[in-house]
Structures are given as C-alpha cells and as structure tokens.
C-alpha cells in the first residue's frame, strides 16, 4: 500500500510517502515552523512526491492529522489532503494527533502508562491517556492541567507530546515520576503514514478534530443583534 501522509497540525509542516511493501517511509520533508503552512505545504507535497517516484494516480490514500492543533494548521493540511485525493480518485482519511504521539511508545508494549499531551494554552492541554498495551484509560479531551496530572494513578508514565515538559515540571512530588518524557513539536510524519495504513476509512474521516471551539470568534452581525427581544 502506498500512502502520502499530511501533518500541518502543530508547529511543522511535513509530507511523506509510506510504502507498506517496502516496510518503511519511501521520501519524507518536514519543515519546522509555527506559520506559513499554507504557502510551504504544496510545494513540500510536490518535492515529496518526486523523491518518493510515486505518481499521485499511484497512491492507495492520503492520510491527514485532525487534531487536535492549530485551527489554521488543521484547515491546510486537511484541504490539500483532501484536494489530493479527489484529485487522484483515492481516499483520505484522518488520524487524531493525539493517537500519533503515542503510537512509536504503543507499539513498543511497554509497560508503562502513555500520556500524551498537547499546549492548549491558558493552564489547558488536550490529552489522553492509554496503557503501554493500548487500552484507553483516558478519552481525549481539553482539560485543566491539574486535571491531567491526576492520571499519575495510572503509575509511571511515559510523557509525549509538545506539552510533555510541562506535565513533568508540575508532576504531584508524591507520585512515580515519569518514566520517560519525549517533548515534540510535531508528530512523527512516518507515524501518520503508518496509522493512515491501518485505519479504516469510513470510520477515520478527514475532518477536524478541535476537542473545543475556536477562541476567536466571528462578531455578531448587527442583523442578528436586531432580531433578539430587548432585556427586560
């Protein structure tokens, strides 16, 4: 199977292509960056592609980070992989970012507790929480980040993510420490290949996956304003 993998969730910008026959990633180009995805990313994709010598006609799917992440981020890499496949008569699916931060550590059946966990700002972070076998013990969610420090229940934890260093500066004393903390960026391109591979389309859209609703919000039209009944 072949598979051109997206990720513009984070602060990165990054394509690869995956060729399962081989066993392992084929091309790949990640840039490191906190904007401008819109105007680095097709550019990548075509120098990928290139590399990789795979015609778009040639790929099995494309697969996409949903999120969570940048709300601009998550829109670029979603419209161009779904561009894509359209395009070249494929399908497209999504891989939440979460899911791809954890995966290298998942697929180590380690015995450990993974916490992944991503900036939300404001004292929040997006997280979840799995067993070293894979086995959900917290769903995803935005959450204060006390409220993903109490996952130190779960015993020594694996920390992943771009907000692992912060989870490990306010660990509970008390609590086992972590047993290892993996700060990133960005998730492993590869990784969303290889998730793309082995999701199924029709239950892993390509579509967004915000956790909460945007912090910036449009104004109200005045027209709207005009049609609610006076205060009272």
């Known amino acids: 199977m072949l598979i051109l993998s997206i990720d513009t969730a984070l602060d990165a910008c990054a394509a690869a292509v995956l060729d399962t026959s081989a066993g392992g990633v084929i091309a790949r180009e990640s840039q490191a960056m906190k904007r401008g995805h819109a105007e680095a990313l097709m550019p990548l994709i075509a120098r990928v592609m290139k590399a990789s010598g795979v015609t778009f006609a040639a790929l099995d799917r494309v697969a996409a980070t949903t999120g969570p992440g940048s709300f601009t981020g998550l829109r670029v890499g979603l419209s161009a992989a779904r561009g894509v496949a359209l395009a070249a008569g494929k399908p497209v699916v999504g891989v939440t970012t979460l899911t791809v931060f954890a995966a290298p550590i998942v697929s180590e059946s380690s015995e450990h507790p993974v916490i992944a966990a991503i900036d939300a700002r404001h004292d929040h972070v997006y997280f979840q929480v799995l067993g070293g076998d894979g ?23 694996h920390l992943v993510g771009n907000a692992a ?14 047993f290892k903390i993996n700060q990133q960026a960005a998730p492993d391109i590869a990784w969303v290949a290889w998730l793309g591979a082995a999701v199924n389309p029709e239950s892993s859209p390509a579509r967004p996956y915000y956790l909460r609703a945007p912090d910036a919000k449009p104004p109200r039209s005045p027209l709207s304003d005009a049609s609610q009944p006076p205060a009272s």
Do not use: C, M, Y
């Open 135 to 157: 086995s959900s013990l917290v769903k995803p969610k935005v959450a204060p980040i006390a409220e993903a420090l109490d996952a130190a229940r779960f015993g020594t934890p």
């Open 165 to 178: 260093n912060i989870l490990a500066e306010r660990w509970p004393a008390g609590a086992p420490q972590p």
